[in-house]
């Protein structure tokens, strides 16, 4: 068995590039890592939450109006297979509310749209204070 070897290095907080299906190439973090598979999904997957699409370019000369609509950013909240995310180095605190965002949140709609709020809140939050400015620009290849 192959993991039982290897080092448990997806952890939460960890940043993940996705690599396929309709977010492949974007950024996400690791909400919850479920490493040894629970019983509907057999295999190493995470929770993830990542950026759809990327904040615009803000320079000086911008209206304060402007800027708040370039600082904007869609993101996304998935389960994704450990085969279709590669880890990279770095980690983000990005604190998310564990009670919006989990598994349950898939389900039902109307929750899935919170825990995607809720993420959008925090990410944006983040995105302000200029931390981390490599985590919030497209990936570049």
């Known amino acids: ?79 994704y297979n450990y085969n279709h995310l590669m880890p990279t180095r770095y980690t983000v605190d990005v604190t998310l509310d564990k009670a919006s965002v989990n598994k349950d949140a898939f389900k039902d709609p109307s929750k899935r749209r919170k825990a995607r709020r809720e993420a959008k809140a925090r990410f944006e939050e983040r995105y302000k204070t200029g931390k981390h400015k490599w985590f919030f620009q497209k990936l570049r290849f």
């Open 1 to 79: 068995h192959k993991s039982a070897i290897m080092g448990r290095f997806m952890k939460s907080g960890k940043v993940v590039l996705v690599l396929n299906g309709r977010f492949a190439g974007r950024k996400a973090v690791i909400v919850k890592n479920y490493d040894e598979g629970s019983s509907e999904k057999q295999y190493g997957h995470a929770l993830v939450a990542g950026i759809d699409r990327y904040p615009r370019m803000v320079t000086k000369k911008m209206s304060k109006k402007k800027v708040t609509q370039r600082s904007k950013i869609k993101t996304f909240v998935r389960v």
